[in-house]
C-alpha cells in the first residue's frame, strides 16, 4: 500500500514469476494523486526493496500503449521493453535487470 501522510494513495501488487522474477501486477495511484511524484518515489523504493533479494534477477511489468506517462515512468527507473503484444490492445511487456 501507498501512503501519504496517513491517507490511502495506492497500491503496488507483486507476484512471482519463476524463482528469479518479480512481475508487477498492479500499480495503481489515486488520479487525483498522479503527476506529484508519488508513484515513482513508491515504485522506486519498491524496485530497490525487491532488489534487496540476490536471488531476484529481474522485475517485468505490463503497460498498455495509451499510458504512455506510467510507460516513461518504468523507462526513467531502468525498466526497458521486453516483448510487445499487439492484441487485443498494444501492450508492452517491461522488464528491469539487476
Not at 495506492?10 to 514469476?17: D, N, S, T
Not at 500499480?27 to 525487491?50: C, N, S, W
Not at 521486453?82 to 508492452?92: A, D, F, M, Q, S
Request: hydrophobic residues 40%.
Amino acid at each position: 500500500s501507498i501512503f501519504n501522510q496517513g491517507e490511502f494513495i495506492g497500491m503496488i501488487q507483486e507476484v512471482r514469476i519463476g524463482k528469479d522474477n518479480i512481475h508487477i501486477g498492479r500499480f495503481v495511484i489515486d488520479p487525483r494523486k498522479t503527476g506529484l511524484g508519488f508513484g515513482t518515489e513508491a515504485l522506486k523504493r519498491f524496485v530497490d526493496f525487491i532488489l534487496e533479494d540476490d536471488n531476484i534477477k529481474s522485475i517485468s511489468l505490463t503497460v498498455f500503449d495509451f499510458n504512455q506517462k506510467a510507460k516513461r515512468i518504468y523507462e526513467k527507473l531502468g525498466f526497458e521493453i521486453n516483448e510487445v503484444i499487439e492484441t487485443p490492445r498494444l501492450k508492452y511487456i517491461m522488464k528491469r535487470y539487476r
